[in-house]
């Protein structure tokens, strides 16, 4: 799911940046960072994550980044950290890592956008204990999504031409 609407389901806001770089016509890894912040209903905490993640893609039609099919492969980490105003413990953080598989579908719309919708199947390999309200972090399972793609380097590149 986007990190700004996972976070705003869950109380709160997020941002997240991506870049990709395609390294052979069918092979490209791609690198994210993302940062969540997350109220909780009583108000009385606050949970914060930043997630970095790497994968690596292939594009069965060497068509390159903006189009069709692919498939891929990855990890995330999510660093976690709380901020309890009421507890004696105000602040604790944890981490838990993830492999991934995905498919996805990504369809051109003019040079400089696609739209993709993707699926796939996340699991979390290391254990990791945080209150109830923010089990949402560390859902296992079907993972699906449907993003929107803005190719920044070819729209600088026609401004600046």
């Not at 692919?70 to 950290?81: N, P, R, T, V």
């Not at 209150?131 to 296992?140: D, I, T």
Request: charge should be negative; aromatic fraction near 18%; glycine fraction near 8%.
């Amino acid at each position: 799911m986007n990190v700004l609407v996972n976070a705003l389901l869950h109380e709160g806001w997020g941002l997240g940046i991506k870049g990709e770089y395609l390294f052979t016509n069918y092979f490209s890894t791609q690198g994210r960072f993302e940062h969540t912040t997350f109220f909780s209903k009583s108000g009385s905490s606050i949970c914060t994550t930043e997630s970095i993640d790497l994968n690596l893609f292939y594009y069965p039609f060497a068509s390159g980044l903006d189009k069709y099919l692919y498939l891929g492969a990855g990890e995330s980490i999510k660093f976690i950290q709380f901020t309890n105003q009421e507890s004696s413990q105000k602040e604790s953080s944890t981490s838990a890592i993830f492999v991934l598989s995905q498919i996805g579908w990504r369809q051109p719309a003019g040079p400089y956008l696609s739209f993709e919708a993707y699926t796939g199947y996340r699991w979390q390999i290391n254990t990791t204990e945080i209150p109830e309200e923010y089990n949402h972090l560390l859902n296992n399972g079907f993972i699906f999504g449907v993003k929107v793609n803005i190719n920044f380097s070819r729209l600088i590149s026609k401004i600046f031409s």
